[in-house]
């Protein structure tokens, strides 16, 4: 069993940073890659950042590339996106995810940390 838990999610200043968090709990659970989505109220989720576990490599949605930046930490089993200029269109409930070896999507999710941007 996981369980992805987010933080970090917060009330901030268009312009301003946050960093969010996501741990990994309950499990030894070794991925294949991890990542953030996003989503607002009656919009589909959107993809915005993901990193593949071994080697590091990342990618990014065109509307945050070179503002967000995803990393991870496989002895804490943690990820961190780290945003920067910050736009009132980033405002969203933010959700770490997890997809499986073998997997072609996501298979776990956390319940999601609210961001909101103010002008």
């Known amino acids: 069993q996981v369980q992805l838990i987010e933080s970090g999610g917060g009330l901030v200043q268009a312009g301003g940073s946050l960093r969010l968090s996501c741990a990994a709990s309950?499990?030894?659970?070794?991925?294949?890659?991890m990542g953030w989505f996003r989503q607002v109220p009656g919009k589909e989720r959107e993809f915005v950042a993901g990193?593949?576990?071994?080697?590091?490599?990342?990618s990014y949605s065109d509307s945050v590339k070179g503002r967000f930046t995803i990393s991870r930490d496989a002895a804490k089993r943690t990820i961190d996106l780290q945003m920067n200029s910050l736009k009132p269109e980033d405002t969203a409930v933010y959700s770490c995810?997890?997809?499986?070896?073998?997997?072609?999507?996501?298979?776990?999710w956390g319940q999601g940390t609210q961001v909101t941007v103010f002008s």
């Open positions: 995810a997890a997809r499986r070896v073998l997997s072609p999507g996501y298979n776990y």
């Open positions: 309950g499990s030894t659970f070794n991925p294949a890659a």
């Open positions: 990193i593949n576990w071994d080697g590091g490599s990342t």
